[in-house]
């Protein structure tokens, strides 16, 4: 590139000249210059002007060209016209983003599909309760923390199936998630009840006959079957007075209870019997409440945030620009 001339006009006020051969329409790289009025430093005004200059020249050049007649080369043969250079600082002629405004265009992203990330929340969350209650049923542990998982599958459901995060899809998810999470619980709350916790409560309650039985075959004076039959019939919420206990109360104990629980402390009715009778019995007084109230536990609350968060944070685009 030829050596040019530069005038350079500092922000103080002051112009200065000097004569350099440029660089990729620049100064040579590690140039230094100074204003000589301020001591500003003049490399970029530089390099702004040796660029201005070389466009202007750039499109004089062009209009000369332009000009010129065409040469001939033959008959009826005229030399091709060249093209002017394109300037790179130029603005476009089009707009760049007609395409992007063009809502027929396949290519442009128009955000997720609301029903199908709907769906898929649904799908997920329901996926996700029937594996905590798998869980429980072959593990034989309520895991509680796998609500987490199933907030996660509920989100993902939502983006992966309906093509994308939304803030209102986010709020679906999350309440997918939080049902999901109840229902998830719920059932694996009544496997265990059925499956574990009926047997062991049955267990529980054999052994404490056992001792009750071998404390019924000592009794010998009906002050001793009113003490007993009364501490029987007692509860947290309601003692019941050995003096309530009447005649007919002891004969009918006598006739109906005592015999059971001689032959149980006896060792004539099993473990494996005691423990099966009273399971069904417990199966049998079980109602939807009752396994509700279980699934409901104080640690439940903070898991199933964590999961509707997974859930919320996996759906929704709050707090993001470009999905």
Same mark, same amino acid.
């Given at each position: 590139?030829?050596?040019?001339?530069?005038?350079?006009?500092?922000?103080?006020?002051?112009?200065?000249?000097?004569?350099?051969?440029?660089?990729?329409?620049?100064?040579?790289?590690?140039?230094?210059?100074?204003?000589?009025?301020?001591?500003?430093?003049?490399?970029?005004?530089?390099?702004?002007?040796?660029?201005?200059?070389?466009?202007?020249?750039?499109?004089?050049?062009?209009?000369?060209?332009?000009?010129?007649?065409?040469?001939?080369?033959?008959?009826?043969?005229?030399?091709?016209?060249?093209?002017?250079?394109?300037?790179?600082?130029?603005?476009?002629?089009?707009?760049?983003?007609?395409?992007?405004?063009?809502?027929?265009?396949?290519?442009?992203?128009?955000?997720?599909?609301?029903?199908?990330?709907?769906?898929?929340?649904?799908?997920?969350?329901?996926?996700?309760?029937?594996?905590?209650?798998?869980?429980?049923?072959?593990?034989?542990?309520?895991?509680?923390?796998?609500?987490?998982?199933?907030?996660?599958?509920?989100?993902?459901?939502?983006?992966?199936?309906?093509?994308?995060?939304?803030?209102?899809?986010?709020?679906?998810?999350?309440?997918?998630?939080?049902?999901?999470?109840?229902?998830?619980?719920?059932?694996?709350?009544?496997?265990?009840?059925? #499956?574990?916790?009926?047997?062991? /409560?049955? @267990? &529980?309650?054999?052994?404490? =006959?056992? *001792?009750?039985? +071998?404390? !019924?075959?000592?009794?010998?004076?009906?002050?001793?079957?009113?003490?007993?039959?009364?501490?029987?019939?007692?509860?947290?919420?309601?003692?019941?007075?050995?003096?309530?206990?009447?005649?007919?109360?002891?004969? #009918?104990?006598?006739?109906?209870? /005592?015999? @059971? &629980?001689?032959?149980?402390? =006896?060792? *004539?009715?099993? +473990?494996? !019997?005691?423990?099966?009778?009273?399971?069904?019995?417990?199966?049998?007084?079980?109602?939807?409440?009752?396994?509700?109230?279980?699934?409901?536990?104080?640690?439940?609350?903070?898991?199933?945030?964590?999961?509707?968060?997974?859930?919320?944070?996996?759906?929704?685009?709050?707090?993001?620009?470009?999905?």
């Amino acid at each position: 590139m030829p050596v040019m001339d530069v005038v350079v006009p500092c922000d103080c006020g002051s112009r200065f000249s000097f004569a350099v051969e440029p660089v990729n329409e620049r100064l040579p790289l590690g140039a230094e210059l100074l204003c000589p009025a301020c001591g500003k430093d003049g490399v970029p005004l530089a390099n702004r002007v040796i660029g201005e200059n070389l466009r202007k020249e750039a499109k004089e050049r062009a209009a000369l060209q332009a000009a010129e007649p065409p040469k001939k080369t033959g008959w009826l043969r005229r030399q091709k016209k060249e093209e002017p250079a394109a300037d790179p600082f130029s603005y476009p002629s089009h707009d760049p983003y007609d395409q992007a405004r063009n809502k027929d265009d396949d290519s442009v992203y128009n955000g997720p599909n609301k029903l199908k990330g709907m769906i898929g929340a649904l799908l997920g969350g329901l996926i996700g309760a029937a594996t905590w209650a798998g869980v429980v049923y072959w593990s034989g542990y309520e895991i509680r923390y796998v609500a987490i998982g199933v907030g996660a599958l509920a989100g993902l459901g939502s983006r992966k199936i309906g093509g994308g995060r939304d803030y209102h899809l986010g709020l679906f998810a999350a309440t997918c998630a939080l049902f999901a999470i109840l229902l998830g619980q719920f059932f694996a709350a009544k496997i265990y009840l059925t #499956e574990i916790g009926s047997r062991d /409560l049955a @267990e &529980l309650q054999y052994e404490f =006959k056992v *001792e009750e039985a +071998k404390e !019924a075959e000592e009794l010998k004076t009906d002050a001793d079957f009113k003490e007993f039959i009364a501490g029987s019939r007692s509860t947290l919420a309601n003692l019941v007075s050995p003096d309530s206990i009447t005649a007919a109360a002891i004969a #009918e104990f006598k006739k109906t209870e /005592l015999p @059971e &629980l001689k032959k149980l402390a =006896k060792g *004539e009715i099993s +473990k494996n !019997a005691f423990v099966e009778k009273e399971r069904k019995a417990f199966l049998a007084s079980l109602t939807i409440n009752d396994v509700f109230t279980a699934s409901i536990t104080p640690y439940l609350f903070f898991w199933a945030f964590l999961g509707v968060g997974a859930a919320w944070k996996l759906a929704s685009d709050y707090g993001t620009s470009v999905e």
